[in-house]
């Protein structure tokens, strides 16, 4: 009678060390996946940076030194985006959508891009979008 037991409880191991392979291995993936997205997030919010600097400053330099400030800069929403564009390509981002936001002294900039995950499970979508957030404000008072 005790070898039947022990013969019906073989394999209970085995099953218990896969199914404990197998959430080891979702959360590897799970934790790359996030990485990447994570790092890949941080690098758009450099770019979006950069670019809305790059839309301020230039906004308002042009500004400065063609009409003179008056009582206060403003940025003009088709210049902002102008520069915008230009900061992008200049650095050879062409395949990153982005949007920009202004007022009358600021620039909000959104930059997207699809990103690759390194690892996909079957049945999951390998392909993600990430975007990176960056506002610049200018207050100058003559």
């Not at 990447?36 to 919010?45: C, E, F, M, T, V």
């Not at 800069?73 to 990153?96: I, Q, S, W």
């Not at 600021?106 to 996909?120: C, E, G, I, N, T």
């Amino acid at each position: 009678m005790r070898q039947a037991l022990q013969r019906d409880e073989q394999g209970q191991t085995t099953l218990l060390v896969v199914g404990f392979f197998v959430v080891a291995l979702l959360l590897v993936v799970v934790v790359v996946d996030a990485s990447a997205a994570y790092l890949q997030r941080q690098r758009l919010d450099a770019l979006a940076d950069g670019a809305a600097l790059a839309a301020t400053q230039a906004v308002e330099g042009e500004q400065v030194y063609t009409d003179g400030l008056g009582e206060r800069a403003t940025l003009d929403p088709a210049e902002a985006r102008r520069h915008v564009g230009a900061y992008l390509r200049r650095l050879g981002h062409r395949d990153l959508r982005f949007r920009v936001r202004t007022t009358t002294d600021s620039v909000a900039v959104q930059v997207s891009q699809l990103l690759d995950l390194p690892l996909v499970p079957p049945g999951w979508n390998g392909r993600t979008t990430v975007t990176g957030r960056a506002a610049s404000y200018v207050d100058v008072v003559d």
